[in-house]
């Protein structure tokens, strides 16, 4: 087992999440420190998706708590999380099709006062500079990406979400975010839960490593001393 985390930016304790009468999530919990990056790893069905929809807000909590930088937000309505300070990069991107580039960036920054898109998100993603007057409907699957991960970051958040951010995005564009990923992290500092079933990219990006098997965490451990067969294991079953 790793070693407890003190003072957490994020934590998550026994949570229960449900759909209908299906029992989806099951006293699920880890603390996460500031800067640090979890891999939330599993096959498909496994319950990834609903336990970051709980997280931001999106599906009620059943059962358990999530405290981020010591508030309780566990029944928060997700645009209180986002001010609060966690951002979400939902799994298929889901950009605004019809709004532009800078549009969609903006968008981001409903929950802050300075309007303005940081220069250092354009400096960032070059690719958005460019094209910031394009519609995000017309980016590639590798743009769309870096948007929606641009438009998470404009508002600074303390932790960042990234559900399955390699879906659909060609090889070396994946390595390409894990690259930018880390730099953004080593260069603003927040934390991040990313859900993956990429172990090259996970691999990547995260200080640890935890695998959901039908609701419940079945594996954790540190990236230096990670089992990779016993992860491709899971993954592959």
Request: proline share 5%; no cysteine; net charge neutral.
């Amino acid at each position: 087992m790793t070693e407890p985390v003190l003072d957490p930016v994020l934590s998550v304790e026994r949570l229960n999440v449900y759909y209908g009468e299906s029992h989806v999530v099951r006293d699920v919990g880890f603390r996460l420190g500031a800067g640090e990056s979890i891999a939330v790893m599993g096959r498909n069905g496994m319950g990834k998706t609903t336990f970051f929809k709980a997280l931001i807000g999106l599906l009620p909590v059943g059962a358990g708590r999530i405290i981020l930088r010591g508030r309780d937000v566990t029944r928060a309505q997700s645009y209180e999380r986002v001010a609060a300070g966690l951002a979400y990069v939902p799994q298929g991107r889901m950009v605004f099709p019809y709004l532009t580039v800078e549009e969609n960036l903006l968008a981001g920054l409903e929950t802050v006062p300075d309007r303005t898109v940081p220069a250092s998100i354009y400096d960032t993603f070059p690719v958005l500079r460019e094209m910031r007057r394009r519609l995000a409907g017309n980016l590639s699957g590798g743009q769309q990406q870096q948007l929606a991960i641009a438009r998470a970051l404009v508002a600074r958040p303390a932790v960042l979400l990234l559900d399955e951010p390699t879906e659909g995005i060609q090889p070396s564009i994946i390595k390409e975010i894990a690259r930018t990923l880390n730099a953004l992290r080593r260069e603003h500092g927040f934390a991040m839960v990313v859900s993956e079933q990429v172990l090259s990219f996970a691999l990547e990006v995260a200080d640890r490593f935890l695998i959901l098997d039908k609701g419940e965490f079945a594996y954790e451990g540190l990236k230096a001393d990670v089992d990779t067969a016993r992860i491709h294991a899971h993954l592959t079953v």
